[in-house]
């Protein structure tokens, strides 16, 4: 538990680490869910709940980065908003793809298309693969980061990750074959 | 990297926050400040000798305790929007000013 004397400094540290990691809960929660409106009450009840614990997280962390921490919040959260409303996580492809380079129409619809049928496949598998990708691909964290906001070793995490990459790489193959016949 | 790795690449892009939410996120940690400094301002010291209100006192400490820190973030992201002329240090001393501030009215 902090002193009051410690107080300050963890406010300090705690407005840092919101300010470092607020899009990557937003984008964790955005890809969860779906839609803008409950992934921006998902990242509010993240960081709220991250405030009332960041002491006890902040000297359980042994100096680690806290990112993985709040990362578990956010999937937690998650999880419940599914449970309770027993929704399907959809990704609204206009809202998220962001084609940043300027591209020949042909290319942008190309592309489109492609990042369309990636999220299809990522959509259809198994949750922990799911969340595992979003966590690498999203947000950029490796293993150990994914491993600890999962709750899991890391050598049993980077077969997730493998397997979630085959099995989307499967279903990507499949899709193109009957898009071809 | 692989041609699906790369596709995901592609297809995850992270996706900035609304100004909505920062600004819905702040006020939420003011109302919880602004709440326990109430409940702390109506504090009678009378109130110790009764049993029966311990509990809600303890109770508006903690709030305050938290509510505290919590408007000590708001305030740090309000003077965090005024700093881009003065720097991080502008930033850190601002938090400190704030922090102190907290403090003695918290030791009232």
Same mark, same amino acid.
């Given at each position: 538990m902090a002193t ?11 407005a ?8 990557d809960?937003?984008s ?18 993240t960081?709220?709940?991250a405030y ?8 359980e962390?042994n100096?680690?980065p806290l ?15 599914h449970?309770?409303?027993s ?6 492809l206009e809202?998220?793809?962001i ?5 020949g ?24 693969r ?6 690498r ?26 397997r979630?990459i085959?099995?989307l ?8 074959e009957?898009t071809?016949e | 990297m ?12 992270p996706?900035?926050p ?5 600004e ?15 409940e702390? +301002? ?6 110790l =000798? ?5 509990? !809600?006192?303890a /109770?508006? &400490? *903690?709030? @305050?305790g938290? +509510?505290g820190?919590?408007l000590i973030?708001? =305030?740090?992201r309000?003077k965090?929007? !005024?700093?881009? /002329?003065? &720097? *991080?240090? @502008?930033?850190?001393?601002g ?12 030791? !009232?």
């Open positions: 009051a004397v410690d107080k300050p400094q963890l406010d300090l540290e705690f840092e680490l919101y300010r470092a990691h607020l899009r809960v937003y964790y929660s955005y890809y969860r869910i779906g839609n803008h409106h409950d992934a921006e009450d998902l990242t509010e009840q960081f709220l709940q009332r614990h960041f002491a006890r997280a902040r000297a962390s100096g680690r990112r993985p921490w709040l990362i578990r919040i956010a999937h937690n959260l998650a999880a419940n908003y449970r309770d409303r929704r399907r996580p959809q990704t609204h809202d998220a793809a084609l940043t380079e300027p591209l129409t042909e290319q942008i619809v190309e592309e489109r298309e492609e990042v369309e049928a990636v999220l299809r496949g990522v959509a259809g598998l198994p949750d922990d799911r969340e595992a990708l979003i966590m691909f999203a947000l950029g964290m490796d293993n150990r980061e994914i491993a600890r906001a999962l709750g899991r070793s890391e050598g049993a995490t980077k077969v997730l990750i493998h979630a085959r099995q790489e499967e279903r990507l193959k499949e899709e193109e009957v071809d | 692989s041609e699906v790795e790369r596709l995901l690449q592609n297809a995850f892009v996706v900035e609304p100004g909505a939410l920062t819905r996120l702040e006020r939420r940690l003011t109302e919880l400040t602004d709440a326990a400094m109430h702390l +301002a109506d504090f009678d010291p009378g109130a =000798r009764d049993p029966r209100r311990w509990a !809600r006192l /109770a508006a &400490g *903690l709030v @305050a938290t +509510a820190g919590a973030l708001v =305030r740090a309000q965090h929007r !005024r700093r881009e /002329a003065h &720097g *991080l240090r @502008a930033l850190q001393n938090l400190r000013e704030v922090s102190g501030d907290m403090r003695r009215r918290m030791t !009232r």
